[in-house]
């Protein structure tokens, strides 16, 4: 199989971004800690879309050709939308489990690097396309542009199958996440090129 090609989303794709991460995350221990009953769930991207959304603003949102998987990065200095997320994480998340949710970002929030980097708040692949490669090729189109940058790339792994696909790509675990009843999350980080 020949790599995939990997498009910048537009705003004109938001809809199809969103979608793709709601199948993508389906199965995430995380997404499902939040929203464990499937309406709910499925209900998702609002929250999904104020989470990582500005990397469609920001230009720096990529997918694949049909949408198969998508890598929601955001340039240094960009941060997701916590004024519009917190409503809807509130609005959304059982009530026995929403301080839980606001202590794990909080906690997730002490491991975010200092200095300017990349931050990959949320990557998908759609599960009837996962092990073809999607998520490696997005990895590997934008940490082609981040090492041009000679920056930095931090992400939180909230599922561990995920873990070796970024330690392949030179990422390092720095710690581990878990409150309550939530699922452990993974911060990691890739240091410059």
């Known amino acids: 199989m020949n790599p ?3 498009f910048t989303a537009k705003e004109e794709n938001r809809d199809r971004v969103i979608q793709s991460l709601i ?7 995380l997404a499902r800690w939040f929203w464990p009953e499937a309406a709910t769930y499925l209900q998702s991207g609002p ?3 104020a989470f990582a959304g500005r990397a469609i603003d920001s230009g720096s949102a990529y997918v694949t050709k049909n949408f198969e998987g998508v890598a929601m990065w955001m340039p240094p ?4 939308d916590e004024e519009r997320m917190m409503p809807i994480f509130e609005e959304t998340v059982a009530a026995e489990t929403i301080e839980d949710v606001f202590a794990v970002f909080e906690a997730m929030d002490e491991y975010h690097p200092d200095d300017p980097c990349w931050y990959l708040p949320l990557i998908a692949v759609d599960p009837a396309y996962q092990g073809n490669g999607f998520g490696s090729q997005l990895m590997k189109h934008a940490l082609n542009r981040i090492d041009e940058d000679g920056l930095l790339a931090y992400l939180e792994s909230s599922n561990p199958r995920n873990i070796t696909l970024y330690e392949r790509q030179g990422f390092e675990i720095m710690g581990q996440v878990q409150i309550g009843g939530s699922p452990p999350i993974h911060p ?6």
């Open 47 to 49: 929250g999904l879309d």
């Open 188 to 193: 990691m980080i890739r240091p410059s090129s």
């Open 77 to 80: 200095g960009v941060e997701p």
């Open 4 to 6: 995939p090609e990997i």
């Open 23 to 29: 199948l993508g995350f389906s199965s995430d221990p």
